[in-house]
């Protein structure tokens, strides 16, 4: 079953007509993330909502987590989410202690180092955790008296914020005059250099939403992923939020797919991760999509088009002069489609 934000259809392999073209809502949809409450201005590209919706579900990793082990974490998660005082406006080491800690604890994240220096000297770049895949690579990494060595053995550096704290803009709360994702930015930049390219993951999260990013994405900076943890588990409290069953159900799983320690680990005879496999299989989902659409608006949307202006052109008008402006028109359609796609419309 594909998994719709309301109002979408199913892909149609039917040809447009000349009335008009059906639209493939699960490619590129900004919709997706509303359904989630992702606010998200046109960003978070890591894994498109199209992989994220249905092809995903093909992928081995998603058949063989069984449903006990998603049971499982669901109530450990939701067990820490609804205990965690966030009513009292927790601060910082609060929410990271009695939250992203504990969470990162039930996706496997067991062998951690906090507080670890990326600088060679002094400690302008320190965040607030190091992630190693296994107790062996966290021994190792122990043994470096340079702290800023151990990331070469980490899976993922780890950046907490407090509850509530906007993770794309600064804010006057104290030590909160730059962005999260500008520091988290520049953590990534960091240790790509400091470990010459072994560590390229980052997560960045204020508890409710947890973002993942990629120091190989195509931008850095927008193509990450972005999930809203409290909207997922239905625990807002409004109807806006909550999530019917199955499909609470498909979210967690990508939750726990995109955030568990497991994904980070190298396996089969390629030695990718689940998420460099995920990346792969979603810019060829693209690249399938892209051609599809390519193909339907230049063989059935715009000859329908010029035929519709042609019939209602004034008596006169040459064909170039017609096939002028319904290329205005198409190019017109597309970017207000596009705009649309990218969330960069007025509300």
Same mark, same amino acid.
């Given at each position: ?13 039917? *040809? ?17 993330? *509303? ?42 998660? =939701? @067990?820490?989410?609804?205990? %965690? ?87 006057? @709360? ?39 990013? %990629? ?30 069953? @199955? ?29 460099? =496999?995920?990346?792969? @299989? ?15 608006? %230049?063989?059935?949307? %715009?000859?329908?088009?010029? =035929? ?23 190019? =017109? ?15």
């Amino acid at each position: 079953m594909a998994y719709r934000t309301p109002g979408s259809r199913k892909h149609s392999t039917r *040809r447009y007509s000349n009335a008009g073209a059906p639209v493939n809502d699960s490619h590129n949809n900004p919709y997706w993330r *509303r359904t989630l409450n992702i606010e998200l201005p046109g960003q978070g590209g890591l894994l498109t909502p199209g992989f994220l919706t249905d092809t995903i579900r093909e992928m081995d990793d998603w058949t063989t987590l069984s449903d006990a082990e998603v049971d499982q974490i669901d109530e450990a998660i =939701r @067990e820490t989410v609804s205990e %965690f005082g966030a009513a009292q406006s927790p601060n910082e080491a609060q929410t990271e202690q009695d939250l992203i800690w504990p969470v990162l604890s039930h996706l496997g994240w067991t062998e951690t180092l906090p507080q670890q220096t990326l600088s060679v000297k002094g400690r302008s770049d320190v965040p607030d955790g190091l992630l190693f895949g296994n107790p062996e690579s966290k021994t190792e990494a122990v043994a470096s008296p340079e702290e800023w060595r151990r990331y070469a053995l980490g899976r993922a550096l780890l950046e907490a914020k407090r509850w509530g704290c906007p993770l794309d803009r600064r804010s006057e @709360e104290p030590g909160e005059a730059v962005p999260p994702s500008t520091q988290m930015l520049r953590y990534m930049r960091r240790a790509e250099i400091v470990t010459e390219g072994k560590l390229r993951w980052g997560l960045l999260t204020n508890g409710r939403h947890w973002r993942l990013y %990629f120091s190989n994405a195509r931008s850095v900076s927008e193509d990450f992923l972005d999930l809203d943890l409290v909207a997922i588990l239905g625990l807002d409290g409004t109807d806006r939020l909550a999530l019917e069953t @199955e499909e609470h159900r498909h979210w967690l799983k990508v939750f726990i797919l995109a955030f568990r320690r497991a994904s980070f680990d190298p396996t089969g005879p390629d030695g990718r991760s689940f998420h460099i =496999r995920a990346i792969d @299989e979603g810019r060829s989902y693209e690249a399938r999509i892209a051609e599809d659409l390519s193909e339907k608006v %230049f063989d059935d949307v %715009f000859p329908g088009l010029a =035929r519709a202006m042609d019939a209602a052109a004034p008596d006169g008008t040459s064909l170039d002069e017609v096939r002028e402006g319904a290329l205005v028109v198409l190019y =017109r359609l597309l970017f207000l489609l596009y705009a649309e796609d990218r969330n960069l419309g007025v509300e």
